[in-house]
Structures are given as C-alpha cells and as structure tokens.
C-alpha cells in the first residue's frame, strides 16, 4: 500500500496544479541564473515535503496505536469508505471547513504565506513550501487517512512522502513552463479526480478485508502463542 501514497500524489497532482499551482507559479524564483532557480524550487519542494512527513507522522502514531487494539483491518475499510462517501455525499464534508476555528486558522495561515512569497532569502523557498503543506486540500485528506492505515509513525511518514513526491513533476512543471491551468484542463481533473478518490477507496476497503489477493488485499496476520511444559 506504501506505492499507493505515490500514485495518489502522482495522478492527483493534476488536481495540485488547478489548486496550488498559482502558489508555485508565483514563487519568488530567480529567472537569470539557472543554478539558482532550481535550488529555489527544490527547497520549496523539500518544505511541502518536510510538512507531509511531519503529517503523516502523527497520523501514523495514531494508526500505530490503532493497530496495538487489533483494529487495524477495520480501520482500513472505514478510511476506505469515508473516502467514496466523500466523493458521494461531498456537502457533508464541506460543513467542516466551515466552522469559525478553523476559518481563523486558515486566514492566519495564507496570510504568513502571501508574506513569504513576498520575500526573497534562503529560506524563502523552505517556508512557502512548508506553509503550502498545511493548505486545506481534498487530495492531502485522502493521503492523511492512508497514513492513518499504517501500523507504524514511520510507514505513515514514508507514505506521506511518497504522496509529496508523487506530486513534485507536475508541481515543478508549473515554475518552469507557466500556469497552464486553463479552463478545459481544470474541467478535465475536476472529472477525473473523484474518479481517482474512489478507485483508491476499494483499494483500502480491499485491503481492510483481508481476501487473500497478494499486494492488494493479503490476509490478516494472526500470531499464534503455544504454551510447552517444561522439562524436568
């Protein structure tokens, strides 16, 4: 399943282009030295990075504990399901984001972001990535609730990881090549995205089932404790 957080981020970052993608086209980046650009990108990059990983760490020690209570399979079909109903019944969903809290949060946190892309140091780049890591996106729910499936804090960071890295082509596509997030190409990955959600849902809710197919849905591990009478 780890190979699912890359496909994820990979496919999805169509949908990363249409919603972040301004955020990457307006990065501060040298234009003039070649060398220096692609340093600029790459600690943006390695900031969205680094905030993934860090998410995908506290949702992995949950799923870790999770996993200790013998609920590890269940939970796999729950995130499974959640992520189809959250394709199915979206305005469910939507009443989340709109509680005062959290609107506070997220007005706090794109404004340190319109401050950072107005900067240029070293550590520009790092911040806006970092900061851009925490914006609310559909896409990085579904990627958290994968790394809510790991049994451990460091599969639910590596699968947070690879998802950031499924995204970086198509990301860096945008700094080099311009916003080309045109109106058909948006309608195309707003089709194509549920699509994508749901896929991968079958797959966790597969996996949760423990049907024995290899790779996608491998039985449950049962440990087996034999008691011997010692020998005197």
Same mark, same amino acid.
């Given at each position: 399943?780890?190979?699912?957080?890359?496909?994820? !981020?990979?496919?999805?970052?169509? *949908?990363? $282009?249409?919603?972040?993608?301004?955020?990457?086209?307006? +990065?501060?980046?040298? #234009?003039?030295?070649?060398? @220096?650009?692609?340093?600029?990108?790459?600690?943006?990059?390695?900031?969205?990075?680094?905030?993934?990983?860090?998410?995908?760490? @506290?949702?992995?020690?949950? !799923?870790?504990?999770?996993?200790?209570?013998?609920?590890?399979?269940?939970?796999? $079909? &729950?995130?499974?399901? %959640?992520?189809?109903?959250?394709?199915?019944?979206?305005?469910?969903?939507?009443?989340?984001?709109? #509680?005062?809290?959290?609107?506070? +949060?997220?007005?706090?946190?794109?404004?340190? +972001?319109?401050?950072?892309?107005?900067?240029?140091? /070293?550590?520009?780049?790092?911040?806006?990535?970092?900061?851009?890591?925490?914006?609310?996106?559909?896409?990085?729910?579904?990627?958290?609730?994968?790394?809510?499936?790991?049994?451990?804090? %460091?599969?639910?960071? &590596?699968?947070?990881?690879?998802?950031?890295? !499924?995204?970086?082509?198509?990301?860096?596509?945008?700094?080099?090549?311009? /916003?080309?997030?045109?109106? *058909?190409?948006? #309608?195309?990955?707003?089709?194509?995205?549920?699509? %994508?959600?749901?896929?991968? !849902?079958? &797959?966790?809710?597969? #996996?949760?089932?423990?049907?024995?197919?290899?790779?996608?849905?491998?039985?449950?591990?049962?440990? &087996?404790?034999?008691?011997?009478?010692?020998?005197?």
């Amino acid at each position: 399943m780890m190979v699912s957080g890359f496909i994820l !981020g990979f496919l999805g970052s169509l *949908h990363c $282009v249409g919603m972040c993608g301004p955020i990457a086209f307006m +990065l501060p980046v040298n #234009r003039t030295h070649k060398g @220096i650009q692609f340093f600029q990108v790459g600690s943006y990059h390695v900031g969205r990075l680094f905030t993934y990983s860090f998410l995908g760490l @506290i949702f992995g020690l949950f !799923g870790k504990g999770v996993s200790l209570f013998g609920f590890q399979q269940q939970l796999s $079909v &729950l995130v499974g399901i %959640l992520m189809i109903l959250s394709i199915v019944l979206p305005r469910y969903f939507k009443k989340i984001k709109s #509680r005062n809290k959290i609107n506070q +949060l997220l007005y706090k946190l794109k404004s340190a +972001l319109g401050d950072a892309l107005k900067k240029k140091g /070293n550590d520009t780049f790092f911040t806006i990535g970092f900061l851009n890591g925490f914006l609310p996106c559909g896409l990085v729910y579904m990627a958290v609730f994968g790394a809510l499936t790991t049994n451990s804090v %460091l599969q639910g960071s &590596l699968y947070m990881f690879l998802f950031g890295l !499924g995204t970086i082509p198509l990301m860096t596509s945008v700094v080099y090549l311009g /916003n080309f997030t045109q109106t *058909h190409w948006k #309608r195309k990955i707003q089709k194509a995205i549920p699509i %994508l959600v749901i896929f991968m !849902g079958f &797959l966790f809710i597969l #996996r949760g089932l423990g049907l024995g197919i290899p790779y996608i849905s491998p039985k449950p591990v049962v440990e &087996l404790v034999t008691a011997t009478k010692p020998c005197y």
